[in-house]
Structures are given as C-alpha cells and as structure tokens.
C-alpha cells in the first residue's frame, strides 16, 4: 500500500507530461506559423528602430547601449527561429512534440522581445563629447591670457554665468572645447562638477530643439510635448546637480526660464557659459562677466601660419618679408590664418607667394561689414581652389546643417549625381571624390570628424555668402511649413532636409525654372506632397525624398525630364512611383527600404541608369527582360533576405559594366552563368547568394568588413565542387594563404559557408 501513492502520483505526473508531449506534436504546425508571423512583426519593428537610428546619426550622436543590446537579442531569436525552421524540413515523428515545446517557448521570448522593443524615449543619445568625452583639439596658439581670465571665472563663487564673445573665426568655440577638456581632467582628480554639459545653439535658434539637446546630453527621456512642461522637467533635473553647460554659438537673446535653464546662483554652485558673436547677446541672457577674445599678436599669427604650412618656407630667401605681409592681411583671426595658410602650403616660388599677396589685397578689400569682413580672406582660399568642380564640392558641403557631421560617401554619391566628378567607373568617381575631400581638408577648408567631415560655421557662412541668393538653405532648423513661393526665385539648390514638414499643400507651387537640386530627406513626418508643387521645376536634376513618410509620389514627378537622381531611400510607407518612361536622363535610382510591391512602370526605359537599388523586402518580383536594357548600370543592389526577388543568370551576365553587385540566385545554372560572365572582370564589391527559394537569412551583418563575398547552400550544388565554383570566381585555390573557407561563426545552419577573399586582397570600397 505504501507503494501504491507514489505509483500513482508518478502515473498522473507521466500523464500529464504525456498530454502536453501530443499538444506540442498536434499543434507544431499553428505554433511554427505563429512563431514566423511573430518574427515578421518583430523584424518589421527592428527595420523601424534602425531607420530611426540611421536618420538620427546623421546629427552626429551615437546608439544608446540599451537599443544596442535589444538589436543584438533580435538577431539572436533570428538565428534561433532560422534554426527551427530548418528542423521542420526534415523532421521525425518522435522530434515533433519536442520541438513543437521550443517553438511555444520561442514565440513566447520573441514577445518579449517584442515589448522591449517599444521604446518610448529616445534611441540615440548625443555625441560622446557632450557625455564626458573630451575633444579632438585643434592646435591653439596664444590666448592663454583668456583661457586663465575663464578659468578664474568659472573657479569664482562669486559668477554664475560667464560670455565668451569675439567675431566669426576668431577662436572662439576652440577656446571652450580646451576648457571643457581642462574641466574633465581636473574633475578626474578634485570632482568640481557632476556633470559637464556642451551643446551648440547655432544661428537658427529653436527653443524646442535647445531643450531636446540639453536633455539628451543629460540623458533625460521623454520629454512632454508642451514647451512648458518640457522646461520644467529639464529644470528639475538641472537643479539637482552641480554642472556647468556650455552653450557654442548663441545668436540672439532667449530668457532662460522659458528653456528650462536654471539662473546659476551662489547656492547651486553651477555655471553657465556662453559664447557669442554679440556681447549684447550675452549681456540681454544675464551674464555677469564677459570675457572678450581679442585678434592674435603677430609674434602668434606667424607661430600658427608656420604651424600650418610647415617651417620649411622660411628658408626660402626673400619670402620673409612676403610672409609677414600675407600674415599681415590674415589681422590676427585664426580661422583665416589656418585656411589661408593651408592654401599656399607646400609652395615655395616666390612669384606665387607675391601674386598671392596681391591676390589677397584685393578680396580684403572686396568686402565690406563687420559681419562678413573675414569672408574676403577665407575667399581667397576659396578661388585659389581654381577647379570649378572641386569649387563646387566644398559649396555643397553647406547644404548641410550647421556643425552636422557629413558621411564622406554619402557626400560623394552627391557630387557624382551633379556632374561634379565628371564620368568614369564608379571606382574612378569615388576615388576622385576622395580625394577632393583630402585636399578641403588638408586646405582647412573642412575638418575632420572621425571618419567624416564637418565645416566650420564661419566657412559654411562664407560659401552662402559666395552663393547668395542661388542657394536656399534651411537645413536642420526646426522647420514645419516651406518658404512661400516668393522666397523660391532665382534658386539653383534649396536643402530643408532634417525638419519637422509634414505636407507640401496645393498652395505652393514656386515658379522657381532655375532649380536643378531639392533635398528635402529626413522630414520624418512628410506624407503628403501635392500635384502642383513639381510644376514648374522643369530643370531639376537632383530630388532626394529619403527617409520621409510619404505615401505616394505625385504623377507630376513623371514630367521631371531632366532628373538625373531620384532617390526615396527608406520611404517605407511608399506604395506608389508613378511612370518613369520619359525620365530618360535619369542616371540614379534609389528604393531601397520602400513599401513598393512592383517595379515602377517604364523602369525598361532609363537606358542611361547607372545605379540602381530595389534592396526591399516588399518588391514581388523582377519582370523578365527589364535588366538587359539597362546596359549602363554600375551598381545593382537587389539582394534581400527573403527570396522575393530571383535573379535569372544570363541577364545579369548582360551587364558588362556592373562593379556594385549584390543579387541572390536560387537555381545553380543561374548562379553559374553570371559566375563564368565576371571572369576576367573586376567587380568592386559584391555580394552573390545561392539559396533555396524557402530559405530566409540575413546575410549582410556576416559581410561586414568584407567587399567580396559569395554564400552557397551545399545542398544545392548537388555533385558540383564548390571548390571549383569558388577557383573560378576568385582565381585561388581555397586553403591557399589568399582564400578562405569558414562557417558562419554563431550561425546555426551548418551546412552553410561563407567563402571570400583575403581580407588583404580586398580594397576598401564601402557597400552601398
């Protein structure tokens, strides 16, 4: 009897188990559908965040860790769920209760993953230097004196606010990022503040978007909407700790109230510092001490003109009394000596340096005001560029927004859509592009930001001064509604990209027939344009609608004759491109990230396309015989991670001018065909995919850092050497030193490889 209990209690538990074992094996089929309708949802989630993120880096800010880790749980569940899809091929009878357990399971953590995922705050925060990262410093010659005079203030217990004032380029935002480094580094031994604030006002002055700044770089999430509200959080949150906010580049009076900046007093012990063009300014924001940056001694001026052109000029004989007088005519403004002084670098004929003296007489002289006094000497650099297209380049850089970071690629796909590099392979263009960018750098007329670029206030100034009234720039200012049309005569170029607009209405339609480039990507909350608005822009050359939320593009756009680029990269809510049949100039065309189902209508009559993107999961299909019209493209980028688009072999292998490919075949004739079509040419960058048509994977984040890449499923290549596919591709033995055969790391599916080049055969040209 004493056995009897626990028998029966052993029975009911194997009973119970046993019942839930015929659950899962009865039920595999709905859970699995529900399981990939679940992954569908939380892929469509995850292509949302990296939009947002990828839109919101451009400002120049970096991903918040959390977002980071919830990016890397999603591709985890992915290779989980792609692993039990593969088991349900060729599953047995006695696996199927088994699985059908980890598949409940698995819906179960994706729905977590799901809620996770919903983040209500912001995805970015900004840039580490306003995190208690200290910058990059520019070489600073003098100004000791200031730099002590600040430093003093901002020790005293008796000033709270501090304003640092001076004209365009004389040094002054180089001087507070010094300090703001000297702040770190004393807070690492004696902490004097909790928290070390920089953020940059800048001409176009928002209160909203002040307050959106400060609180990123203290972190602060979900700000209300109402500006009231919005202040008193920020307020709060300020009084609480000891700090010290630097706000660059103020323009124009603003009570501090109304931001949400508490007036520093003797009781808080924080600091407010403030730099400015205008002492009024600062004086009508309350600050007590004013420290104002004068022009540098000459002693200084030619310490950093040498600093920048190298002192090997001074053994040239008779160029002293030259150099003293170009320095001169610099009249102490950093800014101006360094460019100035980038320009005539590596330059040793004294007939150059006189002409350039005179040359630079006659700009000084040329302009007038005190505002734009400098202009004339950052001008001359300028002009002695003497190459209108590279001239060109630099101009474009200040359709930006002020102090934004510029990707150098994305930069130089513009300058190649606009004529600025001329003609040749895509490798020539991007090579020229390159090196155009080195020279502005080197020239001082950009500065280096990490990998990309930036321009200075001052030169951005300077290149609207150069291109007043043909260009229209309101890049990055808050904007919500467009000029009116009398604002649009006479434009050549016009950039509202990075606002708030949400509709183009039939009202407006500029009679603006000079207007060649619209840049209007980044307006998240854009959806609807009308008709009317592309009326009469019979000469433009350049839209890019990137990144907005438009539904459709009107059928006007058909009429754009002379559109060379038409890019509506990551409009995911588009569904409709109207007829590109007379758009024949058009050279560039740019869906990926879209909402369309089909190609657009007369795609077969761009014979003069030279790139173009339909990387988008919600195309249904490629129509037969489009791709062997299009005989001038350069870079095809077709691949996505669900089999929605096939490519077939032999068109592809019409292409003889592709260098940017990247496709997936799923018959094995097909992949064959395009592979023995490259031999004896040279692909830049490619990716090749060979899969079945049920197989579903993400193969770009395995190719990051690679150019070339090729990915085979073994079972289909049947009795063919992979071996052998591979030698004829890549014209090297796999096992040799330049080849490599490897499994897909952390990737589930065994039977899949990746195999690709040499990392040091591999030039480093950036996919698209």
């Not at 807070?187 to 002040?210: A, C, G, H, M, Y």
């Not at 321009?455 to 009116?484: C, N, Q, S, W």
């Not at 980044?522 to 822009?537: D, P, V, W």
């Amino acid at each position: 009897m004493e056995l009897v209990l626990p028998i029966c209690e052993a029975l009911k538990c194997f009973g119970h188990l046993t019942c839930t074992y015929m659950e899962h094996h009865r039920k595999l089929e709905r859970r699995m559908n529900d399981l990939l309708a679940k992954q569908r949802q939380l892929n469509a989630i995850k292509s949302d965040v990296e939009m947002k993120i990828k839109t919101e880096l451009r400002l120049g800010r970096c991903v918040r860790q959390e977002v980071e880790n919830w990016l890397l749980d999603v591709q985890t569940i992915n290779g989980k769920i792609q692993n039990i899809d593969e088991r349900t091929q060729n599953l047995s009878c006695f696996s199927r209760g088994h699985l059908g357990k980890q598949v409940s399971q698995t819906v179960e953590e994706v729905k977590e993953i799901i809620e996770q995922g919903r983040f209500t705050g912001a995805l970015v925060i900004d840039d580490p230097s306003t995190a208690g990262v200290p910058f990059q410093l520019e070489h600073l010659e003098g100004e000791t004196a200031v730099i002590a005079d600040i430093w003093k203030h901002l020790m005293s217990e008796e000033i709270g606010m501090v304003g640092v004032c001076g004209m365009g380029g004389i040094g002054k935002t180089t001087i507070m990022k010094h300090i703001y480094n000297q702040l770190l580094e004393e807070n690492k031994s004696k902490p004097l503040f909790e928290k070390i604030i920089w953020v940059t006002v800048s001409q176009d002055f928002n209160i909203t978007r002040l307050q959106q700044d400060i609180a990123d770089a203290m972190n602060i999430e979900d700000l209300p909407k109402p500006e009231q509200k919005r202040a008193a959080v920020l307020r709060n949150e300020l009084r609480q700790i000891r700090h010290v906010l630097i706000l660059d580049d103020v323009w124009e009076g603003f009570v501090l109230e109304k931001v949400g900046i508490p007036i520093p007093i003797f009781s808080n012990g924080s600091r407010l510092v403030l730099t400015s063009r205008s002492n009024v300014v600062c004086r009508f924001i309350g600050c007590s001490e004013i420290v104002e940056v004068p022009p540098l001694s000459n002693e200084e001026s030619m310490n950093l003109f040498l600093a920048h052109t190298g002192r090997g000029i001074l053994k040239v004989p008779s160029l002293e009394e030259i150099l003293g007088d170009i320095v001169g005519e610099c009249d102490g403004l950093p800014l101006a000596i360094a460019v100035i002084a980038g320009s005539m670098k590596g330059i040793y004929d004294i007939v150059e340096w006189r002409n350039a003296l005179t040359e630079l007489g006659d700009h000084v002289t040329s302009v007038k005001g005190t505002d734009k006094e400098i202009y004339g000497r950052l001008k001359f650099s300028f002009d002695r560029l003497e190459d209108s297209n590279i001239q060109n380049c630099f101009l474009y850089c200040s359709l930006y927004p002020k102090d934004c970071r510029i990707p150098r690629v994305e930069l130089i796909e513009y300058w190649i859509d606009e004529g600025f590099l001329e003609r040749g392979s895509r490798q020539q263009l991007h090579d020229r592009g390159h090196t155009i960018l080195n020279r502005l750098v080197n020239n001082c007329l950009l500065e280096k930001a990490r990998d990309d670029v930036k321009m200075h206030d001052v030169m951005r100034d300077m290149a609207l001064y150069i291109k007043h009234p043909y260009f229209m720039v309101k890049a990055g200012t808050g904007l919500k509604e467009l000029p009116g049309k009398q604002e649009w005569k006479d434009v050549e170029r016009v950039s509202f990209m990075m606002n708030m607009v949400s509709e183009i209405p039939p009202s407006l339609s500029p009679n603006c027939e000079s207007l060649s480039t619209l840049l209007l990507q980044n307006n998240e909350s854009l959806e609807r344009i009308s008709e009317s608005f592309f009326q009469h822009m019979h000469s433009l050359s350049i839209l890019d609608l990137s990144y907005t939320s438009i539904e459709q593009l009107p059928n006007s756009v058909s009429n754009l004759e002379t559109l060379n680029a038409l890019v509506l990269r990551g409009c995911k809510e588009l569904r409709y491109v109207p007829s590109l049949e007379k758009l024949k100039a058009l050279r560039k065309l740019d869906l990926r990230g879209t909402g369309i189902e089909k190609v657009p209508k007369g795609l077969e009559m761009l014979t003069n396309l030279t790139y173009l993107n339909l990387c988008t999961e919600s195309l249904k299909e490629l129509p037969i015989a489009i791709l062997p019209r299009l005989s001038c493209l350069q870079c095809l980028v077709l691949y996505v991670k669900l089999p929605s688009v096939k490519m077939n072999g032999l068109e592809a292998a019409r292409l003889r001018k592709l260098e940017v490919f990247e496709g997936r075949f799923d018959k094995l004739i097909d992949f064959n065909a395009y592979i023995k079509s490259i031999q004896g040419r040279e692909l830049t960058s490619y990716l090749l995919v060979m899969a079945s048509p049920k197989a579903k994977f993400d193969a770009r984040p395995l190719v990051e850092g690679l150019n070339n890449a090729f990915f085979f499923n073994f079972d289909l290549l049947g009795d063919c050497d992979v071996r052998n596919v591979f030698k004829i591709v890549a014209g090297h033995q796999v096992g040799s030193p330049n080849c490599a055969e490897a499994a897909f790391g952390s990737h589930p599916v065994a039977r899949w490889r990746l195999l690709y080049l040499h990392p040091a055969l591999i030039a480093p040209v950036a996919l698209p």
